[in-house]
């Protein structure tokens, strides 16, 4: 637990190139060997963080929504759970997004946590589609991808330019409320 504690601390303060083994069993309070118990190395110890953050993002929007939402109070409930998170939590999503390719010494794959969110949204839209309250003509996985790679470009231009959270919310959950209007 120490271990995770301190890989998070690090990965956030640091980024993933500019944090070591040695220094996450340091943070943690732990010998250096002790890392290697737990991880095999520092990718494995970052893997972990980035899925320990999808699953806690994850409960955290679950936690808020309700089943009897309709497709536009769905689309802004998960915004704002998104960005209360990202508040809550400063620089978590910021550091699990960094893209697997990028620490990749293995060239093992690995899905980025953006593309599994674009699934996730797919997923949504997909069900939304079946009952009715979305559109069934476009392709579920493409629009996934979309809605995430808008989100993310969206929300740093906002804070860039001192855009209100709210104002964030409104306009996006307006724009793809109409963009998946059923057919």
């Known amino acids: ?5 301190a890989a998070r601390k690090l990965f956030v303060e640091r980024g993933y190139d500019a944090t070591r083994p040695q220094d996450i069993a340091r943070e943690a309070g732990l010998g250096h060997g002790t890392f290697y118990l737990h991880y095999p190395d520092k990718r494995a110890c970052f893997l972990s963080f980035v899925e320990e953050a999808r699953v806690e993002l994850d409960d955290y929007i679950r936690g808020r929504r309700a089943p009897s939402q309709t497709l536009e109070q769905r689309i802004a409930c998960t915004l704002e759970a998104i960005y209360d998170y990202s508040d809550r939590h400063p620089g978590v999503l910021r550091a699990a997004m960094t893209d697997e390719a990028m620490i990749d010494a293995e060239g093992v794959e690995v899905r980025p946590l953006l593309m599994l969110w674009g699934d ?18 476009c392709d579920a996985q493409i629009i996934g991808q979309a809605i995430v790679g808008a989100l993310h470009q969206t929300s740093r231009e906002a804070q860039r330019a001192g855009r209100s959270r709210t104002e ?16």
């Open 1 to 5: 637990m120490r271990l995770k504690q």
């Open 120 to 137: 996730e949204w797919a997923e949504f839209i997909s069900g939304a589609a079946r009952h009715g309250t979305a559109c069934s003509s």
């Open 168 to 183: 964030l919310v409104e306009n996006l959950t307006r724009f793809l409320t109409r963009a998946l209007k059923p057919d």
